[in-house]
Structures are given as C-alpha cells and as structure tokens.
T-cell receptor, first 118, second 111 residues
Framework: DTGVSQNPRHKITKRGQNVTFRCDPISEHNRLYWYRQTLGQGPEFLTYFQNEAQLEKSRLLSDRFSAERPKGSFSTLEIQRTEQGDSAMYLC????????????????FGEGSRLTVL | TQLLEQSPQFLSIQEGENLTVYCNSSSVFSSLQWYRQEPGEGPVLLVTVVTGGEVKKLKRLTFQFGDARKDSSLHITAAQPGDTGLYLCAGLIGGYNKLIFGAGTRLAVHP
C-alpha cells in the first residue's frame, strides 16, 4: 500500500499524559500537513512541512503541540500535558506542491489517529 | 466564522432521489476540491476544479465551480446508499499554501 499511513489509529489517554502520533506520507510527496477534526466539523489546519522545513503553524497549535519531520520523510505530532479539549481526530495528509503545472493543493489523507483524553 | 459555508448541513433522502449541496464563500479560490469522508476514516478526494465556470462529471456526480470562483455545487443523480457520507468542500486561496475546509454536508441515503 503506497498511501498515507498513520498510527496509532486510536489512542485513549488520561489528562496530563503526553501522546505522539506518526505519519508516513506518500513517498514522492514533498508536502506534509496535519489537520485536526472534531465531531460535526471539517478538518482544521494545524501545520505543514515542505520537505523537512515547517513553514506554517496555526494559532490552534499551542505550545503543548510540536510537530517534526526529520529528513523530510515521516512526521510526528506530539501533544504534551493533554487536555480533554484535545480529543479529536488528527489527520495527516501529503501532497505535491505542483501537479500538472498547477498548484491545486490536492491532499491525500491518511485514515487518521483518533485521540480520546479522559 | 467559517470561511467556506456548506449547505445543507444534513440531508436524509431515499434511494433514487437527486440532490444538490452547496459550498459558498466571499473569498476567491485558485482551486476548490470536494472530498467524501466516511466515519472513522480520512477524507478522500473526489474532484478538483480550477477554472471559473468549470463543470466536471464523475459518474452520477456533477461538480460545478462558480464563474467568480467563490462557490461550488455538487449534484448527485439517483442517489444510492453507497453515497452516504460526509461531503466536504475545500478551497485554496491564491498565495496561501493550505486548504480551508467547510464544515461538510452529512448525507444519508436510505434504501
């Protein structure tokens, strides 16, 4: 399977614990995105990488959140001192900056990592 | 405030009916996409439109991008239970590098 892979698929943790999610993008894609989705809402942008450089972070990404993409391949999203409000589906997506000469922004999503904070 | 407004939020119809969902904004988009998402899964890309007035067809699904590139619609003909899911529109604003998503239209098609 050459799609975007995320793990774990589900994580249940107690408030105050740290959690880490991993994303393996489509290998030829140079951009990697993290989004968060809560029930009844569309995905909300958190951050994105072009190769290994983190180029933009949303205001939603508090200082308890950190994302890395060492060597421009897989990425990790860590949440420290989790709060109940962090409960959500964390979606990773990858893309090419240009496709057919057009910057379309098309995203290819993984299946998501669902976080439940008790 | 949602940059992209989708309507209706919920739609429950019988198999065989036609439906249209809408995606509206006051912003101009350089491209707009429609995704379908099933419970517990990530969104799956259906189509990308980039030219104002563009119409694309995908079997029973017809997508239209507004002339001013501020709005889009998705029309499904003869809906089937397999069409059930959350339909999300997402736009790319020129000069930005991230997609902005609407809140989605949740469609349920009953046999």
């Amino acid at each position: 399977d050459t799609g975007v892979s995320q793990n774990p698929r589900h994580k249940i943790t107690k408030r105050g614990q740290n959690v880490t999610f991993r994303c393996d993008p489509i290998s030829e894609h140079n951009r990697l995105y993290w989004y968060r989705q809560t029930l009844g809402q569309g995905p909300e942008f958190l951050t994105y990488f072009q190769n290994e450089a983190q180029l933009e972070k949303s205001r939603l990404l508090s200082d308890r959140f950190s994302a890395e993409r060492p060597k421009g391949s897989f990425s990790t999203l860590e949440i420290q001192r989790t709060e109940q409000g962090d409960s959500a589906m964390y979606l990773c997506a990858s893309s090419l900056e240009w496709s057919g000469g057009v910057r379309t922004g098309e995203l290819f999503f993984g299946e998501g990592s669902r976080l439940t904070v008790l | 405030t949602q940059l992209l407004e989708q309507s209706p939020q919920f739609l429950s119809i019988q198999e065989g009916e036609n439906l249209t969902v809408y995606c509206n904004s006051s912003s101009v988009f350089s491209s707009l996409q429609w995704y379908r998402q099933e419970p517990g899964e990530g969104p799956v890309l259906l189509v990308t439109v980039v030219t104002g007035g563009e119409v694309k067809k995908l079997k029973r699904l017809t997508f239209q991008f507004g002339d001013a590139r501020k709005d889009s619609s998705l029309h499904i003909t003869a809906a089937q239970p397999g069409d059930t899911g959350l339909y999300l529109c997402a736009g790319l604003i020129g000069g930005y590098n991230k997609l902005i998503f609407g809140a989605g239209t949740r469609l349920a098609v009953h046999p």
